[in-house]
Every structure is written in C-alpha cells, then in structure tokens.
C-alpha cells in the first residue's frame, strides 16, 4: 500500500484509503505517508469504493487499489489534463500493464487491458455487483484516453490466482442466485472451452509461457466455476470441477487438427473484421459499447459477453 501511495505523490493533497479491518501495519504505513484513513467493516468491492468517493475532498477521483501503481508518464499526463483547470471531459481510460509473478503479461486475457479510473464523482460512481465492479452513467459521460499506464501486481503465484478463482467465482454465482438466473448446461462446459482457446492460442497467451498457460488454465476454470456453482445443488458436482480446464485444451487441439486453419483466421488478432459483432471483445462495464452487450442475445454459447469476459486481475 505504501508504493501505491507514493506512486501518486504530486497529484494531489488530498489520499484517502479505506481499510477493511486489516490486521498488519497497512493504517500506520498509510497516515505516516499523508493519507487520510477510514475504517470500515467491508461491505463488497462497489459500496467500499462508494464510501472512498463520498470522503473525498475534491469533484475528481483517481480510483486505485493497493496492488496498483501509477508509472510516472501516467502522472505527467494527468498534469497536463488538469494544468489549466478541470478538462472538459468527464472521465479518462487507463492502459493497464498486468504482471504474474513480477513478469510483465504481454498477451492472453490480459493484455491489453484498459479502464475507467480517473472521473468526476458527480457524473459517474461505481455499480452494485459483487464483482468486477464497474462504473454506472458513462453512458451520459465524455471520455478521453491517457498516456501512460498503471502498473498491476495482482499475483504473485499460481496458488494466489487459484485462490482468486475460487473467491470470485463464488461471488459471481451470489450475484447469478440473487438475480434468479439459472446458466445453462452450454455456459457451465463450453464457454469455458472458448475462454482457455481465445486465451491461450487466439490471444496468443502461449507466447507467455508458463504464465499464459496459468493465466488462460485458471480463466476457464472460473468461468466454469462461476456457472457451475450458480446452479441448484445436484450431487457429484464437486468430483467433476476439474474437467472443464482440460476440456478445453483437448477440445481446441481437435478442432485445430480437423479444421482449415483459414477457418480461424477471422478470429486472429489483426485479421479482417468478422461478421459476429458479439465476439469484438470490449473491457466489462467501462464504456457504453460494454454495456449495450449486456442486452445480446446470450444463448449462443461462444458468444462472449462482458459476464465471460472478466479477468482474474
């Protein structure tokens, strides 16, 4: 927390960290370094970030959490937007640089990633989804781009993504029961196999090594997960959650044995554009586009939507 701190160091007089019941230095580390700290018993990703928002001095907010750093071209070009007052935008999207284990990600589901992070609290605020939270009221917002990047340090082991899998997938499937939603047998066992072969061979996860095979392993695992454990309870659920990951890896390798390579070729990074809008991928939740495909047609089961689409980041 304290590198995250002092990665934003010049751009305001005004650092607000709310802390969940940590049990370790982090409250100490962050007043020592100017912060103004509030504690809070936690109540889910959104409303916690909610409550940040609301103790904020100032109309604009740079949204970041503890595993995140802002790289010093980012912080110069946050400077010039503001140099001459508040800019005439309401909010800005912010290239992501993912790492895995102190490895920069160059590939996969990870990269590249961008999201809504700098914006005015008064024309946007954070969702109510258990999970990957995003921003409501872009819709009606102005948007730009900055230069620069924030630095993500999700991970550090692949014990730590399996971890994530498991917490995530679970609040995902609490958001699908309480919306009385019912996934069907398509979304349980083959979306998962789109997810690990867009992953690791489309995306070109592959080129990442062991991370990508870690990275695109646990996306499809979760995206099973996430389905599977959103349905009634049926037994022999548990024995078979491992079939889905290794699913995927053998279906892909058939179908590329069996089929032109020339029938991927619509699918490959820099090809001609495919006639299945639904499958030009769009970061979850972070702009108009994103939240339009949340009202497609979601039976056809390698129709990635923007609930298929989050990353374990």
Same mark, same amino acid.
């Given at each position: 927390?304290?590198?995250?701190?002092?990665?934003?160091?010049?751009?305001?007089?005004?650092?607000?960290?709310?802390?969940?019941?940590?049990?370790?230095?982090?409250?100490?580390?962050?007043?020592?370094?100017?912060?103004?700290?509030?504690?809070?018993?936690?109540?889910?990703?959104?409303?916690?970030?909610?409550?940040?928002?609301?103790?904020?001095?100032?109309?604009?907010?740079?949204?970041?959490?503890?595993?995140?750093?802002?790289?010093?071209?980012?912080?110069?070009?946050?400077?010039?937007?503001?140099?001459?007052?508040?800019?005439?935008?309401? &909010?800005?999207?912010?290239?992501?640089?993912? +790492?895995?284990?102190?490895? /920069?990600? *160059?590939?996969?589901?990870?990269?590249? !990633? %961008?999201?809504?992070?700098?914006?005015?609290?008064?024309?946007?605020?954070?969702?109510?989804?258990?999970?990957?939270?995003?921003?409501?009221?872009?819709?009606?917002?102005?948007?730009?781009?900055?230069?620069?990047?924030?630095?993500?340090?999700?991970?550090?082991?692949?014990?730590?993504?399996?971890?994530?899998?498991?917490?995530?997938?679970?609040?995902?499937?609490?958001?699908?029961?309480?919306?009385?939603?019912?996934?069907?047998?398509?979304?349980?066992?083959?979306?998962?196999?789109?997810?690990?072969?867009?992953?690791?061979?489309?995306?070109?996860?592959?080129?990442?090594?062991?991370?990508?095979?870690?990275?695109?392993?646990? &996306?499809?695992?979760?995206?099973?997960?996430? +389905?599977?454990?959103?349905? /009634?309870? *049926?037994?022999?659920?548990?024995?078979? !959650? %491992?079939?889905?990951?290794?699913?995927?890896?053998?279906?892909?390798?058939?179908?590329?044995?069996?089929?032109?390579?020339?029938?991927?070729?619509?699918?490959?990074?820099?090809?001609?554009?495919?006639?299945?809008?639904?499958?030009?991928?769009?970061?979850?939740?972070?702009?108009?586009?994103?939240?339009?495909?949340?009202?497609?047609?979601?039976?056809?089961?390698?129709?990635?939507?923007?609930?298929?689409?989050?990353?374990?980041?």
């Amino acid at each position: 927390m304290g590198d995250c701190i002092d990665s934003v160091r010049g751009l305001t007089d005004d650092i607000v960290v709310v802390d969940a019941g940590s049990h370790d230095q982090t409250r100490a580390i962050c007043r020592a370094k100017g912060a103004r700290v509030f504690e809070r018993r936690w109540t889910g990703f959104s409303d916690q970030k909610n409550f940040g928002n609301s103790q904020a001095r100032h109309e604009w907010i740079l949204s970041l959490d503890a595993d995140e750093r802002v790289t010093p071209e980012l912080a110069a070009s946050i400077r010039r937007e503001f140099a001459h007052g508040p800019p005439n935008r309401d &909010a800005y999207s912010i290239r992501f640089r993912n +790492y895995y284990g102190g490895q /920069p990600v *160059r590939f996969g589901a990870w990269n590249p !990633e %961008w999201h809504i992070r700098l914006f005015d609290r008064r024309q946007c605020d954070w969702n109510t989804d258990e999970v990957h939270e995003g921003l409501r009221g872009l819709e009606d917002c102005t948007s730009g781009r900055l230069h620069g990047c924030i630095r993500h340090l999700p991970v550090s082991s692949r014990e730590e993504l399996a971890a994530k899998t498991r917490r995530y997938s679970e609040l995902f499937a609490e958001k699908l029961r309480r919306k009385g939603r019912i996934p069907g047998w398509s979304k349980v066992w083959l979306n998962p196999v789109w997810r690990f072969s867009r992953d690791f061979f489309l995306r070109l996860g592959i080129l990442d090594g062991g991370a990508g095979w870690a990275i695109a392993w646990e &996306a499809a695992h979760y995206t099973h997960l996430k +389905y599977w454990r959103a349905l /009634p309870a *049926r037994p022999l659920r548990r024995p078979i !959650e %491992w079939l889905a990951p290794g699913a995927a890896a053998a279906t892909f390798a058939a179908l590329f044995y069996v089929m032109p390579v020339s029938a991927f070729l619509g699918f490959m990074p820099g090809a001609a554009p495919s006639d299945r809008n639904e499958l030009q991928i769009t970061g979850p939740n972070q702009t108009a586009e994103s939240m339009a495909l949340h009202q497609a047609d979601d039976d056809d089961p390698l129709s990635i939507l923007p609930d298929d689409d989050d990353v374990l980041t």
